[in-house]
């Protein structure tokens, strides 16, 4: 059964420090030339790209190793989009790392059908009992049974350079409206105004979504296609469609958006090269905690909620969710091991990711306990008057309607197909799997 629904959190403050347990303790028996066990661990977080991230983990590695003897980790680390890639090449083989990421919902099926994830009910029921915020721990479950465990919690939000905002004296806008006023301010000004990296299209479907909430008013209607509780032919999800296109009409997007990745497009925003960059929190330590980005740059970096569209829709309901969590592989040579190295991971996880890497974890900590950033601080005051948060649309969907989507998202983006065609492709792929 598919876990299709958004997910909504109404004012869940972040309640309770998270006890950071030691689970180290002996082996579980194994066998084996020698004494040493090795746990291969594969995630996505690169020293380049996300060096608190990096280190945070190597750190947490080298504490489970001192407390765990006999045991190594075995670690790989890949950039976002090679890990895919590569999970799904193993997967293909047999071959998944003992521990591994893996995102919620439609993107664990095909791993859970396939009986590749190992259950983690029993880590959770023993370790991590009330750990995780409501709702993220859910999405990582299938017909009521966990196979992941949640790592962060993200909502996506524009964030923007103030200095280039002052500089044409624009403020933050509330309404589309106001949004195209800054765009056509800083075409005239020789300025790019948004930095889209849409080879990924995952980005390009960020825009989508918020212009589906928007238009929908307060009914999830793209929530509501994907489940199919609705139609992806819905004249809001058609509208929807109909804005991106008249965004890219607009030179709202950097020169040669759709052939360029996420990457791209963030050194692009944090090299002062465009004014404007939809992302998800995740992506919050390089505007506050990460040292070799520029403290100017740093300073430079404010962020809004996505505006309102003609007069509709929450500025407090959010695209989101939760980001990545761990699996272990029900094919494991050290399965049991690998589940005491996951659950060490998340519990130290909780606590550090806030006050050394940045971002939101999934597991619940008190936030009036620790020094943080400003930007920090205002993204959880945000989460507590969220009235929704809308699962990514890709993490929604099975893998095969996933890709389809992406696909569309980029021939929209590019102008290879109408509004109309857009809903419709969605509609028929979607209505195929029931």
Avoid at 403 to 423: C, P, S, Y
């Amino acid at each position: 059964m598919k876990m299709k629904k958004a997910i909504t959190m109404l004012a869940f403050l972040v309640v309770s420090i998270l006890l950071l347990a030691a689970c180290g303790g002996e082996d579980a028996g194994g066998t084996g030339s020698g004494n040493t066990k090795s746990i291969k661990f594969m995630h996505l977080w690169p020293e380049g790209s996300s060096a608190q991230h990096y280190k945070v983990v190597n750190e947490i590695i080298a504490d489970f190793e001192a407390e765990n003897d006999g045991i190594t980790i075995d670690l790989e680390v890949l950039s976002n989009e090679q890990y895919k890639d590569k999970i799904k090449v193993l997967s293909t083989s047999n071959e998944l790392p003992d521990v591994g990421m893996t995102w919620a919902a439609g993107y664990m099926e095909p791993y859970v059908n396939g009986n590749m994830f190992a259950s983690v009910d029993d880590i959770i029921e023993s370790d991590l009992s009330d750990s995780f915020v409501p709702g993220t721990a859910e999405a990582f479950s299938i017909d009521e049974t966990a196979y992941g465990l949640p790592l962060e919690l993200n909502i996506s939000t524009i964030f923007y350079n103030k200095a280039i905002f002052d500089e044409y004296s624009l403020e933050e806008p509330q309404t589309m409206d106001e949004l195209y006023e800054i765009i056509d301010t800083l075409n005239k000004n020789g300025v790019n105004p948004i930095a889209l990296g849409n080879r990924d299209a995952w980005t390009g479907s960020m825009w989508y979504m918020y212009l589906a909430d928007r238009f929908a008013g307060e009914e999830d209607i793209l929530t509501q296609a994907i489940n199919r509780e609705g139609s992806f032919e819905d004249p809001a999800l058609v509208q929807a469609a109909e804005e991106i296109q008249s965004l890219v009409d607009s030179d709202a997007f950097v020169q040669g958006f759709n052939g360029l990745a996420d990457e791209e497009a963030k050194s692009m925003f944090m090299g002062e090269q465009a004014a404007m960059y939809l992302i998800a929190t995740w992506d919050l330590p390089n505007f506050t905690t990460n040292e070799d980005v520029p403290q100017e740059f740093r300073d430079s970096v404010g962020y809004f909620k996505f505006p309102t569209v003609a007069g509709s829709g929450d500025p407090n309901s959010y695209v989101g969710g939760p980001g990545v969590g761990l699996f272990v592989s029900e094919n494991s040579d050290v399965k049991e091991d690998a589940k005491e190295f996951a659950s060490y991971f998340v519990q130290q996880w909780g606590e550090r990711a806030v006050t050394e890497v940045g971002i939101i974890p999934a597991t619940k900590v008190d936030a009036d306990s620790l020094e943080l950033p400003e930007m920090y601080v205002d993204v959880l005051n945000d989460l507590n008057e969220a009235t929704n948060i809308t699962l990514y649309a890709d993490v929604q969907m099975s893998a095969s309607a996933a890709q389809v989507h992406l696909d569309m998202i980029q021939a929209l983006f590019g102008g290879e197909i109408t509004a109309e065609e857009f809903a419709k492709t969605h509609e028929d792929t979607l209505s195929a799997e029931d």
